[in-house]
């Protein structure tokens, strides 16, 4: 039986309901009692709703998981899992998934799961994701994919994978993309062979990531919210902006002024699928590229804003090292997957 470790984080799979309303208080040994299944290796995080995390907390996720998984050379003892399965609030799991395939270089199978009915519903549906993906992480199929994410018999690659529901219990899926794997019966079957992205970058654990804000665009944008990210300290900003990546000239004139004073600008649509392109002049993308901003092909602008934020880590602050990580991301971005 491989062995695989549960690193469980709180989220609606966790949690019960309290007086001031819904909070996670069951253990990961309380999750896979209530699922029937057995870990040795089991961690808790004592870390609340995942939608009130910061940047950090998710970073000490991913470096929790790299942990538990140790060393990924062979022949260095039984005690390395197989894989592990993380549970995690539903809210921001597409985020922290995305996090570990950019800081994660590792071929065993990390895989996030959750639920949309807490811990003591009467019709739970935890117990169901867990078993899907204690299974997944089992898999030889599920090896060398990067951080999955599998939730009601779908299993995402971390890339593009977003919540699609706030109640549904099919809660996630992959917008222009899809599932990469099924689990049903605790059967992993292969829907199409993946590449996984590379891991972008090693940043050390005492480098933190740096702030990156994220600024809807919108008819009627002004440059106010973009200031005050800039002025809040952001060392980059991603523009959410609509269609192909359009927004108005009144942004356009303050994303020119932000990258020449060392800001890096990502542009990402609101839309949810297809890629952002520079089409259109008068406020347009066309105008935000001769502004200086980098484009995120199809990245949501919560995974964008997590590539641009490791793409700035330790790039010493300098003009010039903004515009390498800006770089980076664009291209890293255009990556085929
Ligand atoms: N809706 C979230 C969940 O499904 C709430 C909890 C959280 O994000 O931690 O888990």
């Known amino acids: 039986m491989p062995d695989v470790a549960l690193v469980a984080t709180g989220?609606?799979?966790?949690?019960t309901q309290e007086h001031g309303g819904r909070t996670p208080t069951s253990s990961g040994r309380d999750l896979l009692a209530q699922a029937g299944l057995n870990a040795s290796n089991v961690h808790d995080l004592d870390l609340g709703g995942s939608f009130a995390w910061s940047l950090e907390t998710m970073?000490?996720?991913?470096?929790?998981?790299?942990?538990?998984?140790?060393?990924?050379?062979?022949?260095?003892?039984?005690?390395?899992p197989t894989g592990v399965v993380v549970t995690h609030g539903t809210d921001t799991m597409e985020?922290?998934?995305?996090?570990?395939?950019?800081?994660?270089?590792?071929?065993?199978?990390?895989?996030?799961?959750?639920?949309?009915?807490?811990?003591?519903?009467?019709?739970?549906?935890?117990?169901?994701?867990?078993?899907d993906a204690f299974a997944v992480a089992s898999s030889p199929k599920a090896r060398g994919r990067g951080p999955l994410l599998c939730f009601d018999g779908s299993v995402f690659t971390a890339r593009g994978v977003s919540k699609v529901e706030t109640l549904s219990k099919h809660a996630f899926d992959a917008p222009g993309r899809g599932p990469a794997l099924r689990v049903h019966?605790?059967?992993?079957?292969?829907?199409?062979?993946?590449?996984?992205?590379?891991?972008?970058?090693?940043?050390?654990?005492?480098?933190?990531?740096?702030?990156?804000?994220?600024?809807?665009?919108?008819?009627?944008?002004?440059?106010?919210?973009?200031?005050?990210?800039a002025d809040a300290g952001a060392a980059g900003i991603v523009l959410a902006a609509p269609g192909t990546g359009n927004t108005t000239p009144a942004v356009v004139a303050e994303?020119?002024?932000?990258?020449?004073?060392?800001?890096?600008?990502?542009?990402?649509?609101?839309?949810?699928?297809?890629?952002v392109l520079p089409l259109y002049a008068g406020g347009g993308g066309a105008d935000l590229l001769a502004a200086g901003a980098v484009f995120g092909d199809d990245l949501s602008p919560w995974q964008g804003r997590l590539l641009l934020s490791v793409a700035l880590a330790g790039s010493g602050g300098t003009t010039n090292g903004v515009v390498r990580a800006a770089h980076t991301v664009g291209d890293w971005a255009k990556n085929p997957s």
């Open 59 to 80: 970073r000490q996720v991913v470096e929790r998981v790299r942990d538990v998984l140790g060393p990924s050379a062979s022949g260095s003892g039984s005690t390395r």
């Open 255 to 275: 994303v020119a002024r932000l990258t020449a004073a060392g800001t890096a600008v990502l542009v990402c649509s609101r839309v949810p699928s297809g890629p």
């Open 95 to 131: 985020e922290t998934v995305f996090l570990a395939s950019l800081l994660l270089d590792e071929r065993r199978p990390v895989v996030f799961t959750g639920a949309q009915e807490p811990y003591d519903s009467h019709a739970p549906d935890g117990p169901g994701n867990l078993k």
């Open 11 to 15: 989220g609606t799979i966790a949690s």
């Open 185 to 229: 019966d605790g059967r992993v079957t292969e829907l199409h062979p993946m590449r996984p992205l590379p891991p972008l970058r090693n940043v050390p654990p005492d480098t933190g990531l740096p702030r990156v804000d994220i600024v809807a665009s919108y008819p009627g944008a002004d440059a106010v919210t973009l200031r005050a990210s």
